[in-house]
């Protein structure tokens, strides 16, 4: 049967309310999409000491003899995660190989500890140091020593060397990290190795952020 007259004028009156309905749902559907798409759960962060430019750093650590008889390789380890970390991210910048700082601090054993940074940089061939001075390093928690994890504490300086630089460094700071970040219970799964690997390369990563800009987590740092 034909519809009829009276029929038709309602279709014709229905047809535009879903055409409003249905343009309703995709407007509503795209701000959807663009909210998942322009929000983020990342902050810029600006670095500390943003100055380095295009000067050459070279990465020293220095260590207690108590610290180095527990881990004979801790200054060369932390020396490449940073000097790593830098070389990545400060692309106008130049960072003198770990290689080369290892052998200035092997051949003369502690000697290098009574060099003003004018003869560091000397013997480095570098414009600025940045000394890293272990105060903590281990893979226990305070007094539970059941409780495995890392833990690295550091005094952070940053020194010029050039010949009319005084000897305050021209940025300083201490850096604690634990690892994993935000564990409350530490890490049974991993291996000494392994959990000292990842410590390293938290601490590095954290201490070399403080002289570039970067991005971090609005949740706080994660695990590796």
Known sequence: ???????????????????????????SAGCQVGYFLTTSDEKEVKADYGRIGDRKVAVLVWADQATLDEDPNVRKRICRSITYYLKKNLPGGETIPAEKVEALQERGSREWEDMSTRELCDRLNCDMVLRIDLLEYTTRAGNTPELRKGRIRATVNLYYGKPDAGREAVYQTEVVTDYPPRAAHGVPDLNEADLLHETIEHFAEVTARKFYDHKESLRGPSDR
């Open 1 to 27: 049967m034909p519809p009829t007259r009276q029929s038709a004028l309602g279709t014709r009156r229905f047809r535009p309310a879903i055409l409003l309905t249905l343009g309703f749902l995709a407007f």
